[in-house]
C-alpha cells in the first residue's frame, strides 16, 4: 500500500501549472477523511516513449471517514505524463467508477 499523494500532483500551488481547478476538487475528498488514504493499485499498465507516457489501471482507496465510517473503493484511472526539463509530470488523469444502470448510481461496493 502507498499513501494517496496524487492528489496534490496536479495543483500549480504545488507546482505543477494547468492543474484546471483540481486542487479545490481533491481538496474536498481528501477532507472527508480522518487518518491515513491508503491506495492499491491492481492491473497497472504503463506505456512510455521519450517525452510522453500513460498509466492505466484500477485503484483501491480505503480509509475511514471523519463519521467513522469506512471506505473501499474501486476505481479505474488513467493518467498521461509529459517529460519536462528532465521531470515526468502528471499532465491529465481521469478517474470512473462502474455505474447501476438501473439506478443511476455510483457502483462503488464492486470489487476486480
Known amino acids: 500500500m502507498v499513501h494517496l499523494r496524487r492528489a496534490y500532483a496536479y495543483c500549480r500551488h504545488c507546482g505543477v501549472v494547468g492543474c484546471g481547478g483540481r486542487h479545490q476538487d481533491y481538496q474536498e475528498f481528501l477532507d472527508q477523511f480522518q487518518g491515513t488514504i491508503d491506495v492499491e493499485y491492481r492491473d497497472l499498465?504503463?506505456?512510455?516513449?521519450?517525452?510522453?507516457?500513460?498509466?492505466?489501471?484500477?485503484?483501491?482507496?480505503?480509509?475511514?471517514?471523519?463519521?467513522?465510517?469506512?471506505f473501499d473503493a474501486w476505481v479505474r484511472f488513467t493518467e498521461c505524463y509529459r517529460k519536462t526539463n528532465g521531470q515526468w509530470l502528471a499532465i491529465h488523469d481521469h478517474i470512473s467508477v462502474p455505474v447501476d444502470l438501473e439506478s443511476g448510481e455510483a457502483a462503488l461496493d464492486l470489487k476486480p
Open 45 to 70: 499498465n504503463i506505456v512510455a516513449g521519450d517525452t510522453v507516457a500513460f498509466s492505466r489501471g484500477l485503484e483501491r482507496m480505503t480509509g475511514t471517514l471523519k463519521n467513522g465510517q469506512k
